[in-house]
């Protein structure tokens, strides 16, 4: 991997299962830049709103550190970790609880440079 090529941009703290959000963060990899920002501002999830801010930044850590050119960029990675999990309690009958696992995720996407589109083999 180039490391003049690609930018990278994290957040660690996003407020949704890591299940629920690799579903979407898949849809977005190897597309170009202005397509993926098309399909997470048209997204009906919530999530999408989070993850477009790091793709955006994602996008201006590639144009201001790296001087890369906006227009031929594409999202090489993009991936899903656990983070923490908040753990509550609801009352139930008899004086007993029951546990609430309230997850989060973090988010890493990964943006390169490409001179040409690679094609597909059929």
Known sequence: MNQNLTAIAKDNM?????????????????MRVNAAINQLQFSSKRVSRSVLKVLNAAVANAENNKQLDIDKLFVKEAFVGKSLRMKRW????????????KPFSKVTIVVEERSEIKKEKK
């Open 14 to 30: 996003v407020r949704i299962s890591p299940s629920k959000l690799s579903l979407l963060i898949n849809s977005i990899v190897n």
């Open 90 to 101: 609801r009352p139930r009958a008899k004086g007993r609880a029951a546990s609430i696992i």
